[in-house]
């Protein structure tokens, strides 16, 4: 039997049967190219804000940020029941920084010492402390009944409410993310 550079030889479920398939050269340079791809479509290609269901793992929100990227966190306070605003900054590696929080009052749950480098500033209607530099590698939120969580991020306002219940707990982070995330559509940025 005369062996063939361009075929390949599987043996059937009988011994001593074989069958012979032609290879082309186009069939293994696609294969190779249909594999590239595949390795490629793993590769972070993106960076993303994402807001997910803690229980769940569930995206409830993304939008695309890039390192320097602030985004902001507006609440009612449970106790002194006044508005109070955390603003926080997304890192290199993306982890968050608390970059500083504005408050109206003093109160339960309201930072009241300084640590070393912070900066408090007293306004006539507002309190910021500055410098705060907490960094963190996610935030978990637990969405209020009356504390109106809304988001403040790429110009856009999303009341947390309005991705989950409230109660629920819900885990804000950035993630690099591969192109396969966004032909799948997990990604549901909000315009």
């Given at each position: ?10 043996s059937?479920s009988?011994?001593g049967?074989?069958?012979?398939w ?31 269901d ?17 985004f ?13 605003e ?44 500055d410098?705060i ?17 809304t988001?403040?991020?790429n110009?856009?306002?999303?009341r ?9 707990t ?11 995330f ?10």
């Amino acid at each position: 039997m005369r062996h063939d550079e361009n075929k390949i030889n599987i043996s059937g479920s009988r011994p001593g049967r074989k069958i012979s398939w032609p290879v082309s050269r186009l069939a293994v340079v696609i294969m190779s190219i249909i594999s590239i791809l595949a390795a490629i479509s793993f590769i972070p290609v993106s960076r993303q804000f994402v807001v997910a269901d803690e229980q769940t793992g569930k995206i409830l929100y993304s939008t695309a940020v890039e390192p320097g990227c602030e985004f902001c966190m507006k609440y009612i306070h449970s106790v002194n029941k006044s508005p109070v605003e955390d603003i926080f900054e997304i890192l290199d590696d993306n982890s968050i920084m608390l970059k500083k929080t504005i408050f109206r009052s003093f109160g339960a749950g309201v930072p009241y010492e300084l640590e070393d480098g912070q900066v408090l500033d007293v306004g006539d209607d507002r309190m910021k402390i500055d410098n705060i530099d907490r960094e963190i590698d996610s935030y978990l939120l637990r969405i209020g009944t009356i504390a109106e969580h809304t988001l403040y991020i790429n110009g856009q306002e999303i009341r947390m409410d309005s991705l989950a219940s409230p109660q629920r707990t819900v885990r804000l982070e950035v993630r690099s993310v591969p192109v396969t995330f966004f032909l799948r559509g997990i990604t549901n940025e909000r315009k």
